[in-house]
């Protein structure tokens, strides 16, 4: 049985795609087959859309305080189900929509998609995690190259024009506090928040 949705304190989470261009050093699925008392996350196939309304349909949805499309994989390879299933849960309630992301979505695309995400998505949460691009091509190991940086940060900038609320991540374990105080000049630059995320492998 796939575990495409699943519950993270008052959190609807949901799981639509185990790819990703990245390779993180950090990264939890290296720890184990679930987070936070999920069941596996890994899927023996990718959820059709029907599936994932569902999953969706399930659970209450005014039981949770936002729905974050995060499971083992960067949600934006599924961009067009993502918003089909973010378009369907806003006709059923109006509740926050976040999306967990590695922020590589053009290059995965091949397009500029901070407009795609508008109206549909409340909140994008990208992965920083350096303040230069050689540090985040050793951290982050994105099969696109050293060029992701730079993308990473032009789609963060570019959702800030159309997607109410943009915050950049850094993980504490491989951020100093000198490191963070740069990543947090660089967030204001763009336009987004920063927040500090404990390690939780």
């Known amino acids: 049985m796939m575990t495409v949705a699943y519950k993270v304190k008052k959190g609807l989470y949901l799981n639509i795609t185990n790819r990703c261009p990245c390779a993180c050093t950090f990264c939890l699925r290296q720890n184990g087959d679930g987070v936070y008392g999920s069941d596996s ?62 922020g590589l979505s053009d290059l995965i695309n091949g397009k500029r998609t901070a407009p795609m995400l508008s109206g549909a998505v409340d909140t994008v949460s990208i992965s920083l995690n350096a303040s230069n691009k050689e540090d985040y091509f050793k951290v982050v190991r994105p099969r696109f190259g050293i060029c992701s940086f730079d993308a990473m940060l032009a789609f963060a900038r570019d959702c800030t024009n159309y997607v109410p609320h943009v915050v950049m991540t850094v993980v504490d374990v491989v951020t100093s506090k000198e490191e963070q105080a740069r990543c947090r000049a660089i967030c204001e630059s763009v336009g987004a928040a920063l927040r500090v995320r404990r390690y939780e492998g």
Do not use: H, M, Q
């Open 41 to 102: 996350l890994w899927l023996e196939r990718e959820p059709t859309e029907a599936e994932i309304k569902a999953a969706v349909d399930a659970y209450d949805l005014s039981d949770f305080d936002e729905v974050v499309f995060c499971g083992y994989g960067e949600p934006t390879e599924r961009i067009d189900a993502l918003l089909d299933a973010a378009r369907y849960i806003k006709s059923k309630l109006e509740v926050p929509i976040r999306i967990n992301t590695n």
